[in-house]
């Protein structure tokens, strides 16, 4: 089946009891045991197993082509749970631009707990190459980048990983539907559902897939069910609800993008836009081998620096300045000053969530807020 019919009926089915078209939300904690002790329809206890939560697993396995998947209370979570099923002394490699949170937890948790991390442009295959080392064990890809949107080459980033018998997984949430990791080579993908997959700001939530359901799955699997960072049954809910619509929706939000890009790139006082779909990008090449949409993220820069980057934000009134990415409406935000002191971004940058108002609507807005810059 095609990715827009998984998409509405993976994970969906009549309900037995009632003959409901949209499934009940099981909130109940607890499920009823037979008098020989047996539990005939696979559910013992919520946190190890529930009904909605096996509909968005089953669901998003299969969008992403994969074999298992295993959802989690926050893409975060979703991310721990594959460091934390690695063992003290391996090495992981993860990009220098990596997601904030997923950096910070590398630097601040897991080093303590044994893992050696080393942080390289992905984008920089020879420079990969330097830093594997023969207990490299994970390699840890995120394409498009935050928030800079460059790209790496999964293909041969998975091949470098299997050549030292290390895993390597996508982080895909910014790119869901347009890149498929799997077909690539990669081992594992994490979604945070948080974004498009839920789709409208309001629901918190993660996902790993797993090409292959095994040993090292099942490891995330018992994080997973012991540890107990799992998704409430609404959340599950609301993101298979969300995931129904979302070949369609990046559809609208890549289109969007590119003509907000467009205009943004032709702007006088627009110094940088960074968005894969440009041809000017330097990912261009390899983003149109391995998308087949360019998404709706973008960032740019404005000519001056914090000052004048920040005042665009303050006159926007479509966009909502907030952060996160990949729900129906814009967001904008001065990217820097969200990820604190330590902040590598540059200050004059700001990103952009486009969402699916009429493309038209944006482009006048941000024209209206870059205007008074143009004047001096
Ligand atoms: C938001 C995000 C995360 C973290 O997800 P949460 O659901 O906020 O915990 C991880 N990776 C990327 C690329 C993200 O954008």
Redo the contacts with the bound molecule.
């Keep these: 089946m095609r990715i827009e019919t998984l998409a509405v009926h993976a994970g969906h089915q009549i309900d037995p009891a009632t003959g409901a078209v949209a499934s009940p939300i099981y909130l109940s904690t607890t499920f009823e045991r037979e008098a020989d002790g047996s539990y005939p329809h696979g559910y013992n206890y919520t946190r190890s197993d529930n009904p909605n939560r096996q509909a968005l697993e089953d669901c998003l396995s299969a969008l992403e082509g994969g074999s298992a998947a295993a959802a989690f209370a926050?893409?975060?979570?979703a991310?721990m749970s594959i460091f934390q099923s690695l063992a003290p002394g391996d090495h992981v490699l993860a990009p220098n631009d990596a997601?904030y949170?997923?950096a910070h937890l590398l630097k601040n948790t897991f080093a303590r707990w044994g893992l050696q991390i080393t942080f390289v442009d992905m984008s920089d295959l020879q420079a990969v190459q330097q830093a594997v080392q023969a207990n490299t064990k994970l390699l840890w890809l995120?394409t498009p980048s935050?928030p800079l949107l460059k790209i790496s080459d999964i293909a041969r980033l998975a091949e470098l990983a299997h050549q030292v018998g290390a895993l390597c997984a996508c982080?895909n949430?910014?790119a869901p539907i347009a890149q498929r990791p799997f077909d690539l080579g990669a081992d594992l993908i994490?979604h945070?559902?948080?974004?498009y997959l839920g789709g409208h700001s309001d629901v918190?939530?993660?996902v790993v897939v797993t090409r292959q359901d095994n040993e090292f799955f099942q490891r995330i699997r018992q994080v997973q069910q012991t540890g107990g960072a799992v998704p409430s049954p609404f959340d599950c809910w609301l993101v298979l609800r969300g995931v129904r619509t979302l070949p369609l929706r990046l559809r609208a939000h890549t289109e969007n993008a590119l003509k907000l890009a467009t205009f943004l790139s032709q702007h006088p006082i627009v110094a940088a836009v960074h968005y894969p779909g440009l041809q000017s990008h330097p990912g261009y090449e390899v983003a149109s081998q391995q998308m087949s949409l360019f998404g709706g993220m973008l960032s740019f820069q404005v000519q001056g620096g914090r000052e004048p980057a920040f005042a665009v934000a303050a006159r926007v009134k479509l966009f909502t300045r907030a952060t996160?990415?990949g729900a129906v409406e814009s967001l904008l935000e001065h990217r820097a000053s969200i990820e604190g002191p330590t902040s590598q971004t540059p200050q004059n940058l700001l990103r952009v969530s486009v969402g699916l108002e009429h493309a038209d609507d944006l482009i006048e807005d941000l024209a209206q807020a870059l205007a008074p810059l143009v004047q001096g």
């Design positions: 926050s893409g975060s979570a991310t997601y949170g997923t995120e935050n982080d949430t910014w994490v945070s559902t948080t974004k918190l939530g993660g996160s990415l």
